[in-house]
């Protein structure tokens, strides 16, 4: 009973692997848990740099992918709209620096056993749009930059879950300005430093 219990949950991981084998496309959404860089403020002419570490807030994703499958590696593209927030502390008050943008990772995986990989590659990411709370906030220094991915997942039939964790290479500042406060100024770190949790679907 036992051998014939374990020959049915080999059989059932192989067809399940076998499942998701081939090249395809597909879509996905997730969830992320994000912080940019460092916030660095000053106030008045005298007034000293402050630096501030953001704290992570909860952003999303979705978008599309593709896969190019081989017995024991995959290159899978993905071209996502994400939309990511964190929090500064600036003069006393809260403000919440929200940023769109456009990422394509480019991944190469490898099949460990079943349906189990593991994958890592480069982030290529356009900024559409950055938001500072009440702040007035000028566009990125750079709209194109690159990070990295890396991450596991699991294919479950034509569904597969996968976690990430996504880390922008250079720094890529944005100005800032307050209407509220007198001569209070800075500059942002948008570079993205997130976990990642997304949910695929194969096509």
Known sequence: MKKTLLVAVFALIGATALAQSGSGFGIKAGLSYNKNGDLISSVGDGGQDIVEGAKGKAGYHFGFWGKLDFPKIY??????YSKTKSSYDVDGDTQDYDISKLDMP???????????????????????????????????????????????????????????????????????????????????????????FALSLKL
């Open 75 to 80: 290159l899978r593209p993905e071209l996502v």
């Open 106 to 196: 480019v991944l190469l995986g490898y099949k460990l056993i079943g349906p189990l990989h593991i994958f890592a590659g480069p982030a290529f990411q356009y900024t559409l749009n950055n938001d500072l709370g009440d702040l007035e906030v000028e566009d990125v220094k750079n709209d194109f930059t690159v990070g990295l991915n890396a991450g596991v997942g699991v294919n479950l039939g034509n569904i597969g879950l996968d976690v990430r964790y996504e880390r922008g290479f250079s720094k890529n500042e944005a100005e800032f300005i307050s209407d509220n406060v007198a001569d209070l100024s800075g500059r942002v770190d948008s570079r993205p430093s997130q976990v990642i």
